[in-house]
Nanobody, 125 residues
């Protein structure tokens, strides 16, 4: 069992930056691929980014490509999402997720086995 806890959300102005963290406990994170998803009010949860177990491969939704960077530090059992040039449409609850397929870069919710509780990101214009 893996427990995931997100942090780093908050209120930021358009064009600003935030770094989200996803701290894992229970199992070593190096056995898992990681993903980030988000859910805006009134919308379905959507894929943001994914990273393989070593960090060697990453995948981004078109809407965040070039602005967001996913990374991980397996020694710290933590994954990150650096978000730059934030836009109002980035406002959402952000969730991290872990997949027990280390090489997975799934963009489907069903591709992940464990989820965090989410952290709110609000971008004001």
């Amino acid at each position: 069992q893996v427990q995931l806890v997100e942090s780093g959300g908050g209120l930021v102005q358009v064009g600003g930056s935030l770094r989200l963290s996803c701290a894992a406990s229970g199992r070593t994170l190096s056995n898992y691929a990681m993903g980030w998803f988000r859910q805006a009010p009134g919308k379905e949860r959507e894929f943001v980014s994914a990273i393989t177990w070593s960090g060697g491969n990453t995948y981004y939704a078109d809407s965040v490509k070039g602005r967001f960077t996913i990374s991980r530090d397996n020694a710290k059992n933590t994954a990150y999402l650096q978000m730059n040039s934030l836009k109002p449409e980035d406002t959402a609850v952000y969730y991290c997720a872990a997949a027990n397929r280390p090489y997975s870069l799934s963009r489907a919710e069903g591709g992940y086995d464990y989820w965090g509780q989410g952290t709110q990101v609000t971008v004001s214009s």
